[in-house]
């Protein structure tokens, strides 16, 4: 696509120069066809600016930009700054006057305006709110500069626009579309030239957009769910679209935007076959889409499947859009059901970077009839962009009633969003701080590299003095390969827990945690993990995750373990590893699982916990064939692992944040106990009471995460209730959090329950198992702390404290009902034989989906490994 790339002359960056009148008398034509006139928009701001030109300059679509004597009020000058107008090519006449009518913008790149230093258009704003920012650039000829080489960034008040940017090659023209929110009445334009360098511009527009244009929220598609607070993001236009129809130019956009041809984006474009209806069929609904969001020329034009000739008649219609793949992207989709006779024949699905957008997507139920706009919006994260492109499909689905398989596409928007920098070209903020993770060198920090290299040297010094102290050492003296022995005293007495009499020889200079003062747990050798392991057999292997393999140990006592090694190769390491000790070692509780020790020696990170005979909870809910859990056994779980909960954040003084509840991370003992297990993710709170939250980057298992934790990557505590809460719905309807192979509305289950709880239907959706023994108080106190944990706003969750009390009094209403029957009770066989059952699962389930990162995947039912879902 690279060399057709160039001609995307509104959305891509830039085209042949002499090729925009080609364009432009195509648009001419379609134009006359036509004959219908865009609905009008008038806009309170309305800035028009042709640069450096002599005269205003009028435009085919009846937009008159200002001269550059009428716009020298909205620029700050001083006596450093040139200004100029450029020589004109040969073969190009300008306007003469403001009444000569031009046949298209290409006037706009006749001129410009030369800055040496920084320079700032300043103009006022009547209605805050969305506006469109253009800039047209192309680097003309002059006598005494050479446009080509000139570099600059172009930011506004607090957004970067362009940073470091040129044209190279004086053949192209390039365009700039920005969708950006003001909030202020004034608003600043920026042109900064890099050092021995200057900036130039051709014609700015600055246009008030519609209040409702872009609103605040969109679908999420990786990962799933909705994504609120489109509003804080800045917009580049990066693709406008009109599938299956022409270019649409500004004179008949209600918006004075360019829809470009889909042609040269469509996959296989021999299994398109273009549809159009006349304009004036096309009725825009009394709420959705209107004449603003797209004109009727998009939504009466579209590509549907054609007779192809291939095998398999279900394929997919394809869009494939170069982006840059650092940056997130709002996506909008136009849809009008053109191809139809009769209502509820088309269902489709839309999918986004091989990700389910849409299941079965229907028109007629959503617009109510045939030829009507809707639209979608999607927001597609930059990790799901790692092949650089937007691709986007359409195919049929298997619900379609039409005996021929059908999908259609009207339109496509793509925008880039501006990332955490406030920026949409790299990582510089509008202050010219740089926020990636490595910052140019300053005075402090060339001082701080010189103080590390003093520490690093010292280091060696101590290095060698620790190998000359060790070839000094007694005959019997074992060296030890671990990270620890690095950083803990070298005489520390060391005490086997397997067993008093250890097999293994070693000198009681072991380095040990415990003897450090650090009280991490009790240090294990390799050899005695070895012997606990029968040499870390596979048939001992009960839970495989992220981190490693589990494996069941006994010591020389008869004591059961659950040993998990670390894999070499794991995106999980040693930040894991310390954090995992260092939580648990401050930790002790009867609802959390007890780490008893660890093992570094010889590179590897090995974790030594209690055994927990029963397995991860969700093992009891779905996906195994273990008994059912009875709803008063469900109660007594949710209450141990809230107590788990509630004291991780209150046990301390800073408190501490899970950061991954799950059902595969509640373990359950032989009495059915709930404990709390796996800290690896953990996180100590705020450290002081004036600040109210943690900000870190976004970890955790998708389904369970909490949204404004991911919208603003700042952790609280109130993020575990929000992950407790869908444990609560897990439990009670026992289903995956994520189910991706259930329709679109249904995948998430938090989305899910609550919509059939405020609908009235949330029995429907409760686990068979259970239903008719839950007493009609006690599902109501449950679901309200349920739904309570769920609410949008950390501030309006309650604390593990309040869920806690709201779990024991469902307990305290279930137990009072005469209709209180266990069908899972917990009798004296049904223990007898859990082991045997626990064992036979795991046969079954040894390994973890390692490509699920959804964290859907059925985990050991004797000690199951977390899975990482990032």
Same mark, same amino acid.
């Given at each position: +696509?690279?060399?057709?790339?160039?001609?995307?002359?509104?959305?891509?960056?830039?085209?042949?120069?002499? !090729?925009?009148?080609?364009?432009?008398?195509?648009?001419?034509?379609?134009?006359?066809?036509?004959?219908?006139?865009?609905?009008?928009?008038?806009?309170?701001?309305?800035?028009?600016?042709?640069?450096?030109?002599?005269?205003?300059?009028?435009?085919?679509?009846?937009? @008159?930009?200002?001269?550059?004597?009428?716009?020298?009020?909205?620029?700050?000058?001083?006596?450093?700054?040139?200004?100029?107008?450029?020589?004109?090519?040969?073969?190009?006449?300008?306007?003469?006057?403001?009444?000569?009518?031009?046949?298209?913008?290409?006037?706009?790149?006749?001129?410009?305006?030369?800055?040496?230093?920084?320079?700032?258009?300043?103009?006022?704003?009547?209605?805050?709110?969305?506006?469109?920012?253009?800039?047209?650039?192309?680097?003309?000829?002059?006598?005494?500069?050479?446009?080509?080489?000139?570099?600059?960034?172009? @930011?506004?008040?607090?957004?970067?626009?362009?940073?470091?940017?040129?044209?190279?090659?004086? @053949?192209?023209?390039?365009?700039?579309?920005?969708?950006?929110?003001?909030?202020?009445?004034?608003?600043?334009?920026?042109?900064?030239? +890099?050092?021995?360098?200057?900036?130039?511009?051709?014609?700015?527009?600055?246009?008030?957009?519609?209040?409702?244009?872009?609103?605040?929220?969109?679908?999420?598609?990786?990962?799933?769910?909705?994504?609120?607070?489109?509003?804080?993001?800045?917009?580049?236009?990066?693709?406008?679209?009109?599938?299956?129809?022409?270019?649409?130019?500004?004179?008949?956009?209600?918006?004075?935007?360019?829809?470009?041809?889909?042609?040269?984006?469509?996959?296989?474009?021999?299994?398109?076959?273009? *549809?159009?209806?006349?304009?004036?069929?096309?009725?825009?609904?009394?709420?959705?889409?209107?004449?603003?969001?797209?004109?009727?020329?998009?939504?009466?034009?579209?590509?549907?499947?054609?007779?192809?000739?291939?095998?398999?008649?279900?394929?997919?219609?394809?869009?494939?859009?170069?982006?840059?793949?650092?940056?997130?992207?709002?996506?909008? %989709?136009?849809?009008?059901?053109?191809?139809?006779?009769?209502?509820?024949?088309?269902?489709?699905? *839309?999918?986004?970077?091989? +990700?389910?957008?849409?299941?079965?997507?229907?028109?007629?139920?959503?617009?109510?009839?045939?030829?009507?706009?809707?639209?979608?919006?999607?927001?597609?994260?930059?990790?799901?962009?790692?092949?650089?492109?937007?691709?986007?499909?359409?195919?049929?689905?298997?619900?379609?009633?039409?005996?021929?398989?059908?999908?259609?596409?009207?339109?496509?928007?793509?925008?880039?969003?501006?990332?955490?920098?406030?920026? %949409?070209?790299?990582?510089?903020?509008?202050? !010219?701080?740089?926020?990636?993770?490595?910052?140019?060198?300053?005075?402090?920090?060339?001082?701080?590299?010189?103080?590390?290299?003093?520490?690093?040297?010292?280091?060696?010094?101590?290095?060698? $003095?620790?190998?000359?102290?060790? $070839?000094?050492?007694?005959?019997?003296?074992?060296?030890?390969?671990?990270?620890?022995?690095?950083?803990?005293?070298?005489?520390?007495?060391?005490?086997?827990?397997?067993?008093?009499?250890?097999?293994?020889?070693?000198?009681?200079?072991?380095?040990?945690?415990?003897?450090?003062?650090?009280?991490?747990?009790?240090?294990?050798?390799?050899?005695?993990?070895?012997?606990? @392991?029968?040499?870390?057999?596979?048939?001992?292997?009960?839970?495989?995750?992220?981190?490693?393999?589990?494996?069941?140990?006994?010591?020389?006592?008869?004591?059961?373990?659950?040993?998990?090694?670390?894999?070499?190769?794991?995106? #999980?390491?040693?930040?894991?590893?310390?954090?995992?000790?260092? +939580?648990?070692?401050?930790?002790?509780?009867?609802?959390?699982?007890?780490?008893?020790?660890?093992?570094?020696?010889?590179?590897?990170?090995?974790?030594?916990?209690?055994?927990?005979?029963?397995?991860?909870?969700?093992?009891?809910?779905?996906?195994?064939?273990?008994?059912?859990?009875?709803?008063?056994?469900?109660?007594?779980?949710?209450?141990?692992?809230?107590?788990?909960?509630?004291?991780?954040?209150?046990?301390?003084?800073?408190?501490?944040?899970?950061?991954?509840?799950?059902?595969?991370?509640?373990?359950?003992? /032989?009495?059915?106990?709930?404990?709390?297990?796996?800290?690896?993710?953990?996180?100590?709170?705020?450290?002081?009471?004036?600040?109210?939250?943690?900000?870190?980057?976004?970890?955790?298992?998708?389904?369970?995460?909490?949204?404004?934790?991911?919208?603003?990557?700042?952790?609280?505590?109130?993020?575990?209730?929000?992950?407790?809460?869908?444990?609560?719905?897990?439990? $009670?309807?026992?289903?995956?959090?994520?189910?991706?192979?259930?329709?679109?509305?249904? *995948?998430?289950?938090?989305?899910?329950?609550?919509? #059939?709880?405020?609908?009235?239907?949330?029995?429907?959706?409760?686990?068979?198992?259970?239903? !008719?023994?839950?007493?009609?108080?006690?599902?109501?106190?449950? *679901? /309200?702390?349920?739904?309570?944990?769920?609410?949008?706003?950390?501030?309006?969750?309650?604390?593990?404290?309040?869920?806690?009390?709201?779990?024991?009094?469902?307990?305290?209403?279930?137990?009072?009902?005469?209709?209180?029957?266990?069908?899972?009770?917990?009798?004296?066989?049904?223990?007898?034989?859990?082991?045997?059952?626990?064992?036979?699962?795991?046969?079954?389930?040894?390994?973890?989906?390692?490509?699920?990162?959804?964290?859907?995947?059925?985990?050991?039912?004797?000690?199951?490994?977390?899975? #990482?879902?990032?």
């Amino acid at each position: +696509m690279g060399g057709e790339a160039r001609w995307g002359w509104r959305k891509l960056d830039s085209i042949p120069f002499i !090729g925009l009148c080609s364009l432009i008398l195509a648009s001419l034509c379609f134009d006359v066809a036509l004959g219908i006139k865009s609905s009008s928009y008038t806009p309170a701001d309305n800035y028009l600016i042709n640069c450096g030109a002599p005269d205003s300059t009028l435009l085919d679509d009846g937009r @008159t930009f200002k001269s550059d004597p009428q716009s020298a009020s909205y620029l700050s000058t001083d006596e450093n700054i040139l200004t100029s107008i450029t020589s004109l090519p040969k073969n190009v006449s300008p306007s003469s006057s403001s009444s000569s009518s031009s046949s298209s913008s290409f006037l706009l790149y006749l001129t410009a305006r030369i800055f040496n230093h920084e320079s700032m258009y300043r103009f006022l704003v009547f209605r805050p709110g969305r506006h469109w920012l253009r800039l047209y650039f192309y680097p003309l000829p002059h006598s005494t500069y050479s446009l080509t080489s000139a570099t600059f960034t172009v @930011t506004t008040d607090n957004i970067v626009l362009l940073h470091g940017f040129s044209v190279k090659d004086s @053949t192209k023209s390039v365009f700039k579309e920005y969708l950006i929110n003001i909030t202020s009445d004034k608003f600043t334009l920026k042109f900064s030239p +890099m050092k021995n360098s200057f900036a130039f511009i051709n014609a700015i527009e600055l246009v008030s957009a519609p209040d409702d244009l872009v609103t605040d929220s969109a679908s999420a598609v990786f990962p799933v769910g909705d994504f609120n607070g489109l509003d804080d993001h800045a917009f580049e236009v990066s693709y406008t679209l009109n599938v299956g129809g022409p270019i649409i130019t500004p004179k008949n956009d209600t918006l004075w935007r360019t829809w470009l041809p889909d042609g040269q984006f469509m996959i296989f474009p021999h299994g398109a076959k273009n *549809v159009s209806v006349p304009p004036d069929i096309i009725k825009y609904p009394d709420g959705g889409a209107t004449p603003l969001t797209a004109p009727h020329w998009v939504y009466a034009t579209a590509d549907q499947m054609a007779e192809s000739g291939v095998s398999n008649p279900n394929f997919n219609l394809t869009w494939e859009m170069n982006v840059d793949p650092t940056f997130s992207y709002l996506i909008r %989709l136009h849809f009008c059901d053109i191809v139809s006779k009769v209502l509820n024949e088309l269902y489709f699905n *839309v999918y986004v970077n091989g +990700m389910l957008g849409v299941s079965s997507l229907d028109l007629s139920t959503l617009t109510s009839g045939l030829g009507i706009p809707y639209y979608k919006d999607f927001v597609i994260n930059a990790s799901a962009i790692s092949n650089g492109s937007v691709i986007i499909q359409v195919g049929p689905s298997s619900t379609s009633r039409s005996s021929f398989p059908n999908a259609i596409l009207n339109g496509v928007e793509v925008m880039k969003m501006s990332n955490s920098a406030g920026s %949409l070209d790299g990582l510089f903020s509008s202050d !010219g701080t740089y926020r990636g993770r490595h910052s140019r060198p300053t005075l402090k920090m060339k001082i701080a590299v010189g103080f590390v290299i003093a520490l690093g040297v010292t280091a060696i010094a101590l290095l060698l $003095l620790g190998v000359l102290r060790r $070839l000094r050492s007694p005959k019997g003296y074992e060296k030890q390969k671990t990270f620890s022995s690095w950083l803990l005293p070298l005489n520390a007495s060391h005490c086997s827990f397997l067993s008093s009499k250890s097999k293994s020889s070693r000198s009681t200079t072991f380095p040990s945690f415990v003897s450090s003062g650090l009280n991490l747990g009790q240090f294990f050798t390799l050899n005695e993990l070895h012997e606990a @392991t029968k040499s870390f057999d596979e048939q001992a292997v009960i839970g495989v995750g992220g981190f490693g393999k589990v494996y069941l140990g006994e010591s020389e006592d008869g004591t059961k373990l659950a040993i998990k090694r670390g894999n070499p190769s794991s995106s #999980q390491g040693i930040n894991e590893f310390q954090t995992e000790i260092q +939580m648990l070692s401050k930790l002790r509780h009867r609802h959390l699982v007890s780490l008893i020790g660890y093992c570094d020696e010889q590179s590897e990170m090995i974790l030594v916990y209690e055994y927990m005979a029963y397995g991860p909870l969700r093992d009891h809910l779905y996906g195994s064939s273990l008994p059912h859990l009875s709803w008063r056994q469900r109660l007594e779980i949710c209450i141990g692992a809230a107590r788990g909960l509630h004291y991780l954040h209150t046990g301390s003084a800073q408190g501490i944040i899970h950061r991954d509840v799950k059902t595969t991370n509640i373990l359950l003992d /032989e009495n059915f106990g709930a404990k709390v297990s796996d800290f690896g993710l953990s996180k100590a709170g705020p450290a002081s009471l004036d600040q109210t939250h943690v900000s870190t980057a976004v970890k955790g298992s998708f389904g369970y995460l909490d949204p404004e934790y991911f919208r603003r990557q700042q952790l609280t505590e109130k993020s575990d209730v929000y992950s407790f809460g869908v444990v609560l719905f897990e439990v $009670l309807c026992a289903r995956p959090a994520l189910d991706p192979a259930l329709p679109r509305e249904q *995948v998430n289950l938090a989305e899910w329950a609550m919509k #059939q709880h405020r609908k009235g239907l949330l029995e429907s959706i409760i686990d068979p198992n259970i239903v !008719g023994t839950i007493t009609p108080e006690s599902l109501r106190k449950y *679901v /309200e702390a349920a739904e309570k944990c769920l609410a949008e706003y950390g501030v309006d969750r309650p604390s593990m404290g309040d869920v806690l009390w709201n779990l024991e009094y469902a307990l305290q209403l279930q137990g009072t009902s005469p209709t209180n029957f266990d069908p899972a009770d917990n009798t004296e066989a049904k223990v007898a034989n859990m082991d045997q059952l626990c064992r036979k699962d795991s046969e079954k389930q040894l390994i973890v989906d390692s490509s699920d990162d959804s964290g859907l995947a059925v985990g050991s039912p004797i000690f199951a490994e977390k899975f #990482q879902g990032r």
